[in-house]
């Protein structure tokens, strides 16, 4: 049987499946012509072998490029910058080699020397071909935050310019059981890796080296040695910008063998970072560490299309999804690419069927709706930051963003789980979807994970769009939240980041039940927010209501 006609019978299944299980409506409006099939058929040329893994600057970006232009015009949208489907986005790409050894030598007894790949990464974001620690005087600064909203500054008193902090993921709330202490277990953006090196840059340090932990950081060691061993793409940066000479990430067993030879007692040091008045501390170590980088200049492209609106054209909706993904890297399981088909062909995909069922449904909305494939998320959300830093529709007339990424493969679902729950009214506009759907909304059930901060939304949100980030996938209408919880734990486990995130047309692993619904339902917030008045806000309490308000 042909691969067509596999994924043909599984769409035609899957469309009858959800027909038998919804509720019925008399309302047109939550009628669409949403199809599984086409959704399929671009996830399994997205995540082919052909293209390589999508990652900027191969191949498989060309590959890309050419394939969402193709269907961009076949669709019918309107080039959306100018005359031209792209944006140029300017990327550097380092290639970083450092040394096999991380050495750290003083305190007592023999040097500890830390194994590259098992027990530490490393690179380097400056654009020079050597870098290098030389006798770095360590400094364990805790979590590495200073936030004053929280009166709680982990820098407060030290001078690291020319030493190198450790610190350790994510945020002091997390294990707390304290919801009133930063936020409890759901990740700040104090949490995040990025915002540890930024803060890292700001003091003056010459390395940082954050520990890893599986439960705070949301991922195994695995998926950080997969996302920073080999070249990794950054936005040309100002000369002028300070950068750590070293930046990187040590396992939690590494960081014990370090503070173990450490002249300071560094036991309990989780919990000891957690108390308020916590003071960084000089370990009486240095470290030492070269690094030689490759680097390449060029130029990434966000693939942009858009449908003019016919009452306010300029005020746009936008939906994101990100188009590459890590491409070649280390072979596991005699696999080398990292073919991204959940992460996140599916929401390329999903993004092209919303377009085609606005031309085919409402090919003249009051409002324009732009669709925004951006590049180098995988890297840092780069293509998105690009994006606003150099917006191509003035953030204040852009009514919200709709980002779509690696959508669940559970089937069916009963819900729709949104990420960063309680930050704008969008997800007011969602529950009545959900809920004609069948489904209920409800927050992220793991908040302490910081998906929020994770995907592209997050840099719209920064200059004050609202901006939605959801998926159904955590209760299976089939095998409910033990099943769900079954296949997306083992998609974290083995896929996530690795080459096992491949499509296959028949696999169990692959129902489209969910990715149905939630297409489906993004289409609708859509069309509404494209043919009314709405302007949905930042709720209070969302670190971004501010800026939207210019407050």
């Not at 596991?332 to 073919?339: A, T, W």
């Given at each position: 049987?042909?691969?067509?006609?596999?994924?043909?019978?599984?769409?035609?299944?899957?469309?009858?499946?959800?027909?038998?299980?919804?509720?019925?409506?008399?309302?047109?409006?939550?009628?669409?012509?949403?199809?599984?099939?086409?959704?399929?058929?671009?996830?399994?040329?997205?995540?082919?072998?052909?293209?390589?893994?999508?990652?900027?600057?191969?191949?498989?970006?060309?590959?890309?490029?050419?394939?969402?232009?193709?269907?961009?015009?076949?669709?019918?949208?309107?080039?959306?910058?100018?005359?031209?489907?792209?944006?140029?986005?300017?990327?550097?790409?380092?290639?970083?080699?450092?040394?096999?050894?991380l050495t750290i030598e003083g305190g007592s007894g023999s040097k500890v020397e830390l194994k590259k790949g098992s027990e530490f990464v490393a690179f380097s974001e400056r654009v020079v071909e050597d870098v290098s620690l030389e006798s770095s005087e360590l400094v364990f600064a805790g979590f590495g935050i200073v936030a004053p909203e929280y009166?709680?500054?982990?820098?407060?008193?030290?001078?690291?310019?020319?030493?190198?902090?450790?610190?350790?993921?994510?945020?002091?709330?997390?294990?707390?059981?304290?919801?009133?202490?930063?936020?409890?277990?759901?990740?700040?953006?104090?949490?995040?890796?990025?915002?540890?090196?930024?803060?890292?840059?700001?003091?003056?340090?010459?390395?940082?080296?954050?520990?890893?932990?599986?439960?705070?950081?949301?991922?195994?060691?695995?998926?950080?040695?997969?996302?920073?061993?080999?070249?990794?793409?950054?936005?040309?940066?100002?000369?002028?910008?300070?950068?750590?000479?070293?930046?990187?990430?040590?396992?939690?067993?590494?960081?014990?063998?370090?503070?173990?030879?450490?002249?300071?007692?560094?036991?309990?040091?989780?919990?000891?970072?957690?108390?308020?008045?916590?003071?960084?501390?000089?370990?009486?170590?240095?470290?030492?560490?070269?690094?030689?980088?490759?680097?390449?200049?060029?130029?990434?492209?966000?693939?942009?299309?858009?449908?003019?609106?016919?009452?306010?054209?300029?005020?746009?909706?936008?939906?994101?999804?990100?188009?590459?993904?890590?491409?070649?890297?280390?072979?596991?399981?005699?696999?080398?690419?990292?073919?991204?088909?959940?992460?996140?062909?599916?929401?390329?995909?999903?993004?092209?069927?919303?377009?085609?069922?606005?031309?085919?449904?409402?090919?003249?909305?009051?409002?324009?709706v732009v669709f925004l494939a951006v590049t180098a998320e995988e890297q840092g959300l780069l293509g998105s930051k690009y994006y606003a830093e150099n917006p191509i529709h003035p953030p204040q007339n852009s009514i919200a963003v709709i980002n779509i990424d690696a959508m669940s493969t559970v089937g069916f679902v009963k819900d729709l789980t949104?990420?960063?729950?309680?930050?704008?009214?969008?997800?007011?506009?969602?529950?009545?979807?959900?809920?004609?759907?069948?489904?209920?909304?409800?927050?992220?059930?793991?908040?302490?994970?910081?998906?929020?901060?994770?995907?592209?939304?997050?840099?719209?949100?920064?200059?004050?769009?609202?901006?939605?980030?959801?998926?159904?996938?955590?209760?299976?209408?089939?095998?409910?939240?033990?099943?769900?919880?079954?296949?997306?734990?083992?998609?974290?486990?083995?896929?996530?980041?690795?080459?096992?995130?491949?499509?296959?047309?028949?696999?169990?692993?692959?129902?489209?039940?969910?990715?149905?619904?939630?297409?489906?339902?993004?289409?609708?917030?859509?069309?509404?927010?494209?043919?009314?008045?709405?302007?949905?806000?930042?709720?209070?309490?969302?670190?971004?209501?501010?800026?939207?308000?210019?407050?």
């Open positions: 049987m042909s691969t067509y006609m596999k994924i043909l019978i599984n769409a035609l299944f899957l469309t009858l499946l959800f027909v038998a299980c919804q509720p019925q409506s008399n309302n047109k409006d939550f009628t669409t012509g949403i199809d599984t099939l086409r959704i399929a058929t671009d996830i399994e040329t997205l995540a082919s072998d052909k293209f390589l893994g999508r990652k900027p600057f191969t191949e498989g970006e060309k590959l890309t490029l050419e394939f969402l232009e193709g269907k961009y015009k076949e669709i019918g949208l309107s080039p959306g910058n100018g005359n031209s489907y792209f944006q140029e986005v300017p990327l550097v790409e380092i290639n970083p080699y450092p040394e096999e050894l009166n709680w500054n982990d820098y407060e008193g030290l001078d690291v310019k020319g030493k190198t902090v450790i610190v350790l993921v994510n945020d002091p709330g997390f294990g707390s059981d304290d919801p009133d202490f930063f936020k409890g277990q759901t990740m700040t953006y104090y949490g995040r890796w990025t915002y540890k090196y930024e803060e890292a840059a700001r003091q003056g340090a010459a390395g940082i080296l954050i520990i890893h932990d599986t439960a705070p950081a949301g991922y195994q060691w695995m998926v950080v040695k997969n996302s920073w061993t080999g070249a990794q793409l950054y936005l040309e940066k100002d000369p002028s910008d300070y950068l750590p000479a070293v930046q990187g990430w040590i396992t939690r067993d590494a960081a014990i063998k370090i503070f173990e030879k450490s002249v300071v007692d560094m036991k309990n040091f989780v919990e000891r970072s957690r108390e308020p008045g916590f003071k960084p501390v000089s370990l009486g170590l240095n470290a030492s560490l070269a690094i030689k980088s490759k680097i390449k200049r060029n130029v990434s492209q966000n693939v942009i299309g858009k449908i003019e609106g016919k009452k306010n054209p300029h005020e746009v909706i936008i939906y994101t999804a990100h188009w590459d993904h890590l491409g070649i890297g280390p072979v596991v399981d005699g696999d080398s690419i990292y073919n991204g088909a959940r992460d996140n062909a599916t929401g390329v995909a999903a993004i092209l069927e919303i377009a085609r069922e606005f031309k085919r449904d409402n090919p003249e909305p009051d409002r324009s949104v990420i960063g729950y309680g930050q704008s009214e969008l997800e007011d506009l969602a529950k009545g979807f959900a809920e004609s759907q069948g489904r209920v909304l409800q927050p992220n059930p793991e908040p302490e994970k910081g998906y929020f901060f994770r995907s592209d939304h997050f840099q719209f949100a920064k200059i004050g769009v609202p901006a939605f980030y959801a998926e159904g996938g955590t209760i299976a209408v089939d095998g409910g939240k033990e099943r769900a919880k079954a296949v997306n734990d083992a998609y974290n486990a083995n896929a996530y980041h690795q080459p096992a995130d491949e499509f296959e047309v028949g696999n169990s692993d692959w129902l489209f039940g969910g990715i149905y619904q939630d297409t489906e339902l993004f289409y609708l917030m859509g069309k509404k927010l494209a043919n009314s008045e709405l302007r949905p806000k930042w709720k209070p309490g969302s670190e971004f209501k501010a800026i939207r308000e210019g407050k």
